[in-house]
């Protein structure tokens, strides 16, 4: 695709369910990043995939995040147990590669986001 | 930890004025420092982006400026106009990490 794809757009879950949250990155990006933005802040880095590599997990707030690659393309981001606490917008990003220095200043593309809101 | 700050927080400018945004950041070890713009319901685009070894970056009426080694950059954008309306966020690449540190960015607005 032209860019990268983030869905679904709009989530509202009520406290204690469960969603999954899916990003199509830009084809042929290798690195994939997962960031959390709360209404007002700047985005907060939850966690960074080579490829199907999870490399970067530092970010997770609590084991109730959990996210995948398993192709190394589409990656899902899946909250278990949502609280109120989880409402944000989760942006996903995606660069052509960013293994080590010399590609640190490949742009990041990011998607649209998905504002999700826990009631 | 890194900490990255932006000021203001919100600048309602005229159409046609010259503006400065400013960041700063606490730790100086930087590989480099990026600007992105965001509108309200979208995801950021990328700006601007100036490598540690280099002191400015210009695209069309956009000038950042980084100063490494006291911790800040400005963004200058000239003859605003209101499809400037945005927010702008600086974020920067610490060496040795692999991911960004974002302020909480100036929302700013430009009127006709």
């Known amino acids: 695709g032209a860019g990268v794809s983030q869905s679904p757009r709009y989530k509202v879950a009520k406290r204690g369910q469960d969603v999954a949250l899916r990003c199509d990155p830009i084809s042929g990006h290798v690195s994939l990043f997962w960031y959390q933005q709360a209404l007002g802040q700047g985005p907060e880095f939850l966690t960074y995939f080579q490829n199907e590599a999870q490399l970067d997990k530092s970010g997770l707030p609590s084991d109730r995040f959990f996210a995948e690659r398993p192709e190394g393309s589409v990656s899902t981001l899946k909250i278990q147990r949502t609280q109120q606490e989880d409402s944000a917008v989760y942006l996903c990003a995606s660069s052509l590669d960013h293994r080590d220095y010399s590609s640190y200043n490949s742009p990041l593309h990011f998607g649209n986001g998905t504002r999700l809101t826990v009631t | 930890k890194q900490e990255v700050t932006q000021i203001p927080a919100a600048l309602s400018v005229p159409e046609g004025e010259n503006l400065v945004l400013n960041c700063s950041f606490t730790?100086?070890?930087?590989?480099?420092l990026q600007w992105f713009r965001q509108d309200p319901g979208k995801g950021l685009t990328s700006l601007l982006l100036?490598?540690?070894?280099?002191r400015e970056q210009t695209s069309g009426r956009l000038n950042a400026s980084l100063d490494k080694s006291s911790g800040r950059s400005t963004l200058y954008i000239a003859a605003s106009q209101p499809g400037d309306s945005a927010t702008y966020l600086c974020?920067?690449?610490?060496?040795?990490?692999?991911?960004?540190?974002f302020g909480k960015g100036t929302m700013l607005l430009v009127s006709p």
């Open positions: 100036i490598q540690s070894s280099q």
């Open positions: 730790d100086s070890a930087i590989y480099n």
């Open positions: 974020a920067v690449l610490n060496s040795g990490y692999s991911t960004l540190t």
